[in-house]
Structure formats: C-alpha cells, structure tokens
C-alpha cells in the first residue's frame, strides 16, 4: 500500500494564484521529498526536507513538514501555466533507501 | 549532473515477444537503481531494486521471472518484459540512486510499452 496519500487528487487555479498541497504518511520517515511529474514523462525532484527540517524553500517552493501529525505541505506561489504538472510525495525510511510515493496530486495552472 | 537515460521511450510489440527496456546514469555511478511502473493518472509501484553485480530485489507480487532486471555496471540496468501480454502495457520508468545519504532520485524520462 502507499505509504504517502496526497491530498487534494486534483487542483485547478488561475495564473498567479498559490497552490497547495497536502501529503500524510504513516510511519517514521528518514527525510520526505517532492517530485513534479510533466505528462508522459519522468518525475523530477522539487525538494527534500529531512526529519529533523520543519520548513524549506526554494524558489517558489515552500514545503513544511509537521512529523507529530506525519504531514508536509507543498506550497507553489505565483503560479505560473508551466507549473501544470502532477506533485508526488516520497517519503525514505532511512538514508539512500527506496522511496514510497503517494498518490499525487495533478495541478492545473490556467493561464 | 546526475543525469538518467531510458531507452526506448516508448515501444509497441506484439503478445508473447519480450522486451529490453535499458537505464543509464549518464555522469554518476549508480550502485542502487530502482524500477518503477506506472498506470494512467496513478502513482508509481516500485516493482524491484537493482544493485550492481547482485540480484534485484523485487516487491511482492512482482513476478521476478516476468520482469528480468540485470544490473551489469555502474552505469547500466536493464529490466527485460518477457513474453508480454496486454495486461503488461504501462508505463515504465526507472530512478538511479548516487551513492550519497540523503541524495534524491534521479529519473529515466520512462518507457510507454504497449502490447497488442
């Protein structure tokens, strides 16, 4: 089963509008990470927020993550129509091992 | 850097015909790849893990002599889908692992197989 469950499934919002989303996990977590996915292709990595981390940014890219609840948040500011993609959360349970991915979250940015 | 190739991005065969679905870091030595498979509007199953010079570690309920994974180098995993059937046609895509704690994954752009 999915470790991650993202939330929500979908998102559709205007250009300039901030997006966010939300992803829950359910047992201990080394580091939790933020993947984009454009349609059809590979996923690329976003962010990478450690255990320890409650807060990151880059960029337009604001994640937190609460591990009392066992949640991070994606925040996109300023959204533009090239950020129209679907967002993955991964959580590793301990360094260098294999992710589980949630099950995303597909943004639609209208220009 | 850290750059992954997949190769072929997509490819159609027939029912029954096997076929070799090959993933290369391109500038790091990746000692761990993982593959992954993908259907229409879902997330990613992790079907195995592949570490150089020993066998892939698959995920239950893949079938390991379905979906051969050889990881010959650093550099080089292949995963083999043999005697494909419809049932098979997803997306295929494939991450490299550099061999740094911590380190995110590095993605193939992935293999659309159809078979008919």
């Known amino acids: 089963s999915q470790q991650g469950e993202e939330d929500p499934q979908a998102l559709s919002i205007q250009e300039g509008e901030n997006a966010t989303m939300n992803c829950s996990y359910k047992?201990?977590?080394?580091?939790l990470q933020w993947y984009r996915q454009n349609s059809g292709r590979g996923l690329v990595h976003l962010i990478l927020?450690?255990?320890?981390?409650r807060e990151k940014h880059s960029g337009r890219l604001r994640v937190t993550l609460d591990t009392s609840k066992k949640s991070s948040s994606l925040l996109i500011t300023a959204s533009r129509a090239a950020d129209t993609a679907s967002y993955f959360c991964?959580?590793?349970?301990?360094?260098?091992?294999?992710?589980?991915f949630g099950g995303g979250t597909r943004v639609l940015v209208k220009p | 850097g850290a750059v992954v190739s997949q190769h072929p991005s997509w490819v159609i065969c027939k029912s029954g015909t096997s076929v070799k679905i090959e993933c290369r870091s391109l500038?790091?030595?990746?000692?761990?790849m993982f593959w992954y498979r993908q259907f229409p509007k879902q997330s990613l199953m992790l079907m195995a893990t592949?570490?150089?010079?020993?066998?892939?570690?698959?995920e239950q309920g893949v079938e390991k002599d379905k979906f051969l994974i050889n990881h010959a180098s650093l550099t080089l995993s292949t995963l083999t889908v043999t005697s494909a059937h419809p049932e098979d046609s997803s997306f295929y895509i494939c991450?490299?692992?550099?061999?740094?704690?911590?380190?995110?994954?590095?993605f193939g752009n992935g293999t659309r197989l159809t078979v008919t």
């Open positions: 991964a959580t590793g349970k301990a360094a260098g091992n294999k992710l589980t």
């Open positions: 500038d790091f030595q990746a000692t761990t």
């Open positions: 592949s570490n150089e010079g020993s066998k892939a570690t698959y």
């Open positions: 991450s490299a692992l550099t061999d740094r704690g911590n380190s995110p994954l590095h």
């Open positions: 927020i450690r255990s320890n981390e």
């Open positions: 047992t201990s977590i080394n580091n």
